[in-house]
């Protein structure tokens, strides 16, 4: 089983829906949860990052993270082409070297 | 501001060939990283860095070797390249091995070994 899973997609919506991308871990010590955006030929790019439980908003995305269900959660508001990437979710437990990624959720917003 | 600067972009290697991929960093972050990704597989750590002189193994580690002389560089090595190591290479930084900052990827460098 691995560390932390996500859903690959791909996801395809309609400009302007609401998406909701999501990740699930099995290690309860991690504490810092990202959310990474990655077009294609290009590096990953961060996107969010959270500490702990809790919201986190930045104009049309919101994070989320609950670790009693080992959860994290990324909504996107208002969709644009523009969102049109792969999002990969990273954590990282406090004082540890080690990031650990989903293996990203390929997204196509459609006009 | 350049960030995380990784050359080549691309390159195309035949079996059992070495070379070295260049990473370097204008940020003068402590602790650097180099991941490779795979279809499916998402990003794996190949080794670490917390400071010039300091380096580590990480998730995936056979068949590359690295060096930190300065704050700004960390090449990677392939030293006998195989068709298993055809993956997309990305370098990383972050500031402070121990920081809560996270960390920041440069485009990547495209390898295929025939």
């Known amino acids: 089983q691995k560390e932390v899973e996500q859903d690959p997609g791909p996801l395809s919506v309609p400009e302007g829906a609401i998406v909701s991308l999501n990740c699930t871990y099995s290690?309860?010590?991690?504490?810092?949860f990202m959310w990474y955006r990655q077009y294609s030929r290009k590096g990953p790019e961060l996107l969010m990052y959270?500490?702990?439980?809790g919201n986190k908003e930045d104009g049309r995305f919101t994070a989320q993270v609950d670790k009693s269900s080992k959860y994290i959660s990324l909504f996107i508001r208002d969709s644009q082409p523009s969102d049109s990437a792969t999002y990969l979710c990273?954590?990282?437990?406090?004082?540890?070297?080690?990031?650990?990624f989903g293996q990203g959720t390929r997204l196509t917003i459609n006009p | 501001n350049a960030g995380v600067t990784q050359t080549p972009k691309f390159q195309v290697l035949k079996t059992g060939q070495s070379m070295t991929l260049q990473c370097a960093q204008d940020?003068?972050?402590?602790?650097m990283s180099w991941y490779r990704q795979d279809p499916g597989m998402g990003l794996r750590l190949i080794h670490y860095?917390?400071?010039?002189?300091?380096?580590d193994q990480g998730e995936v580690p056979n068949g590359y070797n690295v060096s930190r002389s300065t704050t700004e560089d960390f090449p990677l090595r392939l030293l006998s390249a195989a068709p298993s190591q055809t993956s997309v290479y990305f370098c990383?930084?972050?500031?402070?091995?121990?920081?809560?900052?996270?960390?920041?990827f440069g485009d990547g460098t495209r390898l295929s070994i025939l």
């Open positions: 940020m003068n972050h402590e602790y």
């Open positions: 990383a930084s972050r500031a402070g091995h121990l920081s809560n900052q996270p960390q920041h």
């Open positions: 959270t500490y702990s439980s």
């Open positions: 990273a954590m990282r437990v406090q004082g540890a070297q080690k990031l650990v």
């Open positions: 860095s917390v400071g010039a002189g300091i380096t």
């Open positions: 290690n309860s010590a991690f504490q810092y």
